[in-house]
């Protein structure tokens, strides 16, 4: 079992950069693929970006390519999302979630671990 803590989250007006961390406990965080969530008000849970268990695979969601970046450090126990030229649209709480598989990046009904979230608020 991994248990996942988010950070980074705030207020930025659009334009802007965030990064995002989520910080797994345990020694097996190499064994798992790690995805990227979020959730704005009044609207389903919604994949932001996957990356395998060693990195070498990664998918994003058409909205953000380009502007986000997931990545992590195995030795840190922690998955990162950088956040590059922010829009009011990105609004959203953001969660990470973990998936034990060494088969790439897991569907987006496939994860068994999530984290609280953090709030995510991009103004205008």
């Known amino acids: 079992q991994v248990q996942l803590v988010e950070s980074g989250g705030g207020l930025v007006q659009a334009g802007g950069s965030l990064r995002l961390s989520c910080a797994a406990s345990?020694?097996?965080?190499?064994?798992?693929?790690m995805g990227w969530f979020r959730q704005a008000p009044g609207k389903e849970r919604e994949f932001v970006a996957g990356i395998s268990w060693g990195g070498g695979t990664i998918y994003y969601v058409d909205s953000v390519k380009g502007r986000f970046t997931i990545a992590r450090d195995n030795a840190k126990n922690t998955v990162y999302l950088q956040m590059n030229s922010l829009k009011p649209e990105d609004t959203a709480v953001y969660y990470c979630?973990?998936?034990?598989?060494?088969?790439?990046?897991?569907?987006?009904?496939?994860?068994?671990?999530w984290g609280q979230g953090t709030q995510v608020t991009v103004s205008s």
């Open positions: 345990g020694r097996t965080f190499s064994t798992y693929a």
């Open positions: 979630a973990a998936k034990r598989t060494y088969a790439g990046v897991p569907g987006p009904y496939e994860y068994d671990y």
